[in-house]
């Protein structure tokens, strides 16, 4: 798709993104198809498995190392930014989900709260502090746009989603009263984007995902939003187009978040009793 330099003039800086599957490198390739300049950042563990620094030579970008969830990372990534973009920027990415909990296979009725703990402190926390150290260091031009990806298991109740669920009730929570003083303050916009399960690194280690995938396209009058999908969408969000548009979760799913029952799902509950009988 052409972005007609939709983000030309902008800079920015994007958390998260990991290899070519993940919803963070294809918005970081839509934004720079678009013209903007940005920054990447994620955590050096995931670094060292990633193949960010293609991206970033891709991009013309810099790869700033940092731990989302400690102060200091945040900071340097952020200063950094700033030098080498020549000035504040006009956009960040909040791209970041984890859970040891979801991993090990432990259920929600029997978590392991230190395993809770850092799903909460690395999926939701760490864009506070992200939005925090942003709003200290005034990094972010007015108008500026800030997004974090969400999943509707934050209002629904998913099978197997576990303690992420919780984590991303708490992102969109962040967005909505950390919105509200960036915008009265900086005339700063925050949402977040509830997106279709995408089969990232990430979403793909969620047991039963393959038929959670194909639930939601049976159930989703447009069909699921792919990853590249959401990169537009975020493309979007990003520009001069969308100033008024704040403290949002916004449902890009195809449709999802607002069915009960579609004809393709209903078709295929009931091939299931008849190949019982």
């Avoid at 009265?184 to 990430?202: F, G, L, M, W």
């Amino acid at each position: 798709m052409i972005h007609n330099q939709l983000l030309k003039g902008k800079k920015g800086i994007i958390f998260g993104a990991l290899n070519d599957k993940s919803i963070a490198w294809k918005i970081a390739e839509r934004a720079f198809e678009a013209g903007a300049e940005f920054t990447l950042s994620n955590a050096p563990v995931a670094l060292r498995f990633g193949e960010i620094n293609d991206l970033a030579d891709k991009c013309s970008s810099k790869v700033i190392p940092a731990d989302a969830t400690n102060m200091g990372d945040i900071e340097t990534v952020f200063s950094e930014s700033m030098e080498f973009l020549g000035g504040k920027v006009d956009f960040v990415l909040h791209s970041i989900g984890m859970s040891l909990n979801v991993r090990k296979g432990n259920v929600y009725n029997d978590l392991n709260y230190n395993y809770f703990q850092k799903t909460l402190e690395v999926s939701a926390l760490s864009f506070h502090k992200i939005l925090q150290t942003a709003f200290k260091m005034d990094a972010i031009n007015e108008w500026g746009s800030v997004l974090a990806l969400s999943y509707v298991a934050a209002q629904r109740t998913l099978y197997g989603y576990n303690d992420m669920a919780d984590a991303k009730a708490l992102l969109e929570s962040i967005a909505r009263s950390f919105g509200y003083i960036y915008g009265r303050e900086r005339k700063v916009r925050v949402n977040t984007i509830s997106q279709s399960p995408t089969p990232t690194t990430a979403g793909s280690g969620v047991k039963g995902f393959g038929s959670l995938l194909d639930f939601t396209e049976r159930m989703s009058p447009l069909g699921n939003a792919t990853a590249d999908d959401c990169a537009d969408y975020s493309i979007t969000l990003f520009s001069d187009l969308t100033r008024k548009v704040t403290m949002q979760n916004l449902f890009h799913d195809g449709g999802f978040s607002s069915m009960g029952m579609s004809l393709r799902a209903m078709t295929q509950y009931d091939k299931s009793f008849k190949v019982k009988e």
